[in-house]
């Protein structure tokens, strides 16, 4: 991290400051709940066809990619709409002797925060249950920052592309909550139609389940580790290109 980059990262840091303790609720409140519901609630009548587990267990890492996609999502769209046409905040900080990467990469190490956070709550609450028994479940931190980068960095180049925030509305309708009913969350892929199957695919959202599902419960990834990786990275590098480009072109003219 360039020192450009981490005092703009401080900056939203000490603006954390005024929200932590709201915040901390969430993160614990809402893994809890979801779990005692879903998990628990839910999971009491469904019994066959979730690889032998509880559903409860099968769900975690489900929730965990899930939750980084909505926060990582969330927290790319209006923030960064308001900063380029709002508030004009991007466009102080470029006055400074910050470049436009500093400016992009301090808000998305920012977002990724926010994302460990929320993970880390719902992490803490599932090893409670009991469900994350293997040590290779610390292998859940890496991968879902891999996963928010993926869905961050493309929404990072939307939201400085649309001209209202009217367009996320479309945004979570039409891509964030299909990717979240059918990569994998709460129900497996194989039990969906072929043409809905491939929609799962292409998302990084089912990459990202595919990875923590074999961190968590020690089971084989439908495509090789390296080329789910690989396909996130792809996902990640693309969506920084494009931001980088589009927030270019908007700070700078």
């Known amino acids: 991290m360039s020192s450009g980059v981490f005092f703009v990262f401080e900056y939203y840091l000490v603006g954390f400051r005024r929200t932590w303790k709201a915040a901390l609720l969430t993160t614990f409140g809402l893994p809890l709940l979801t779990l005692l519901g879903l998990g628990m609630g839910v999971g009491h009548y469904l019994t066959e ?4 587990l509880p559903y ?9 990619a899930s939750t980084a996609v909505s926060v990582a999502v969330g927290n790319s769209t209006w923030p960064v709409l308001a ?6 905040s991007y466009g102080i900080q470029l006055a400074t002797p910050l470049r436009v990467a500093d400016i992009l990469g301090g808000h998305v190490a920012f977002v990724l925060f926010r994302v460990l956070l929320s ?5 803490i609450v599932s090893a409670a249950f009991g469900v994350l028994r293997s ?6 931190v890496p991968l879902t920052l891999l996963l928010a980068l993926s869905c961050a960095a493309p929404t990072f180049a939307f939201s400085s592309s ?15 909550i299909p ?4 990569a994998g969350v709460f129900f497996p892929v194989e039990t969906l139609p072929a043409a809905a199957r491939l929609l799962a695919y292409v998302s990084p959202l089912w990459s990202g389940i595919c990875l923590i599902r074999s961190a968590v419960q020690n089971v084989a990834t439908p495509w090789p580790v390296a080329l789910h990786l690989l396909y996130l990275a792809l996902w990640a590098a693309a969506g920084w290109l494009l931001a980088h480009h589009r927030f270019r072109l908007k700070l700078t003219g």
């Open 49 to 52: 066809g979730f690889d032998g």
């Open 56 to 64: 409860l267990h099968w769900i975690v890492p489900g929730l965990i």
């Open 83 to 88: 900063k380029l046409s709002w508030t004009g």
């Open 119 to 123: 993970c880390a709550g719902l992490l």
């Open 135 to 140: 040590p290779s479940s610390l292998l859940v």
């Open 162 to 176: 649309v001209p209202s925030e009217t367009y996320f509305s479309a945004l979570t309708r039409f891509v964030v």
């Open 179 to 182: 990717m979240s009913l059918f």
